[in-house]
């Protein structure tokens, strides 16, 4: 059974950074491009960032472009979301998911495993 384990999440203020963390197994790592997605109360599940298997393309929402940054740690098995300039509206659960394949995907259902996900709240 695949798993995906978030940490980091947590209270910020406003203008505060956050860096979440997903680690996996070597295997499902190796093998898998990566992403990041948020879900915030009555709203549906939206990409916020996402990473080839290589690491050599990513892709970020517009809402977080030059604000958070996606990276991969092939020899810790782990990807990071680095967030900084955090706003109130970046409050939701955050979640990590991964896909088979070396290329980067934006859509949800295009995505095989995820991590519980890990809630981050922003006060302003």
């Known amino acids: 059974q695949v798993q995906l384990a978030e940490s980091g999440g947590g209270l910020v203020q406003a203008g505060g950074s956050l860096r979440l963390s997903c680690a996996t197994s070597q295997r499902t790592f190796s093998g898998s491009a990566m992403g990041w997605f948020r879900q915030a109360p009555g709203k549906e599940r939206e990409s916020v960032a996402a990473?080839?298997?290589?690491?050599?393309?990513?892709y970020y929402a517009d809402s977080v472009k030059g604000r958070f940054t996606i990276s991969r740690d092939n020899a810790k098995n782990t990807v990071y979301l680095q967030m900084s300039s955090l706003e109130p509206e970046d409050t939701a659960v955050y979640y990590c998911?991964?896909?088979?394949?070396?290329?980067?995907?934006?859509?949800?259902?295009?995505?095989?495993?995820w991590g519980q996900g890990t809630q981050v709240t922003v006060s302003s």
């Open positions: 990473i080839s298997r290589s690491g050599g393309s990513t």
């Open positions: 998911a991964a896909r088979g394949g070396s290329g980067l995907r934006i859509r949800a259902t295009e995505y095989d495993y």
